[in-house]
């Protein structure tokens, strides 16, 4: 079972072949959340992804309802699944004890990420037996026997890093490291997509990069946690988010034709591979997945 066949790098203009898509959830926490969860898979597997993610939580609980989540998803779904794993406030023993857990269970796949500080905004620290940072657990699950591996990029620069030359040079020590592929933080202009993936080649980087996309659920909460994560959202859509304030109809249509415009444009520059961030909100990624599969090729 792998995490779809990787698409190679493209900087030239033409229609892709017809996209395929992977899609990102949360654990849900409470019962109502969980049979909404169960629904929405059924839902997307219609779609035949090219998987399934679980996010990994920042701490104890939340770490457990993701490993319990991705599990349950195994064991419940023929679509592949990865699971986000981070480095956050665990020794290497406790978190490679849950790599072997997770792939005796059948899980293939691993989003290898260093995770953040454990309050909101605070920066990351390692724990001091703990794997320092992405390159070294990515060295440890490619040596460990792991199928298929994901690490994240930063189109528009992650915030702490110390130039965009940095960043991606890092993003190359991971891929180097022996990931398979990178998946991008969300990005609301093609072109900061584009310029990054020309940046990247131009770095020596060959392996795939998944642009991660956001349909916009709530504009104003994509805007505060935007501000933390690396991501702009371009000033021109506030007019048009309060112009729909009092339209729930007319603000899902607006999304979606936003992201959908989105991936027509990438589609339109190679690309052929698309990673939703879902949000457990579903019907948004659906409806646009829905067009884009529409699109003439
Ligand atoms: P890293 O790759 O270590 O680094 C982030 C940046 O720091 C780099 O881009 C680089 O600029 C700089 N940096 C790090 N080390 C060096 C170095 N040695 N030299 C120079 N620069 C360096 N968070 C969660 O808690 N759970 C999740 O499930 C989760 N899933 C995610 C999925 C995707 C696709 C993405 C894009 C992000 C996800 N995140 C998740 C958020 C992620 O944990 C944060 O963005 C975090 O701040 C960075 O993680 P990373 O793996 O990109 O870290």
Not at 23 to 41: G, N, S
Not at 46 to 69: H, I, K, M, N, R
Request: charged fraction near 20%.
């Amino acid at each position: 079972m792998t995490l779809g066949e990787p698409t190679v790098p493209h900087t030239g203009t033409g229609k892709s072949q017809q996209p395929t898509f992977s899609f990102e959830f949360f654990p849900p926490r409470t019962a109502l959340m969980q049979r909404k969860f169960w629904r929405t898979v059924g839902r997307m597997e219609a779609l035949s992804p090219a998987f399934f993610s679980v996010t990994y939580g920042a701490l104890g609980s939340g770490q457990t309802q993701s490993v319990d989540t991705v599990k349950a998803l195994c064991a419940e779904s023929d679509v592949p699944v990865a699971a986000h794993l981070t480095c956050v406030g665990a020794n290497r023993e406790t978190l490679n004890a849950v790599i072997h857990d997770l792939r005796d269970c059948g899980i293939r796949g691993v989003v290898a990420l260093r995770g953040d500080g454990e309050e909101p905004g605070a920066p990351f620290c390692a724990h001091p037996d703990g794997y320092q940072s992405v390159p070294e657990l990515v060295t440890y699950l490619r040596g460990s026997g792991e199928q298929a591996i994901s690490v994240a990029a930063y189109p528009e620069v992650h915030p702490q890093a110390s130039s965009p030359e940095e960043d991606l040079l890092h993003l190359k020590r991971k891929l180097d490291a022996g990931a398979d592929q990178a998946i991008t933080q969300y990005f609301f202009e093609a072109e900061d997509f584009l310029r990054f993936r020309d940046r990247a080649i131009a770095a020596g980087i060959a392996k795939p990069i998944i642009p991660g996309i956001l349909p916009i659920h709530n504009y104003q909460r994509v805007v505060q946690f935007s501000q933390r994560c690396g991501a702009s959202v371009p000033t021109r859509f506030a007019d048009d988010y309060a112009r729909l304030d009092n339209d729930p109809q007319g603000r899902y249509e607006f999304s979606v034709a936003l992201a959908v415009r989105l991936g027509e444009t990438l589609m339109a520059e190679g690309v052929s591979q698309f990673h939703f961030y879902t949000l457990n909100q579903t019907d948004l990624s659906h409806a646009v997945c829905c067009e884009l599969l529409r699109e003439p090729q």
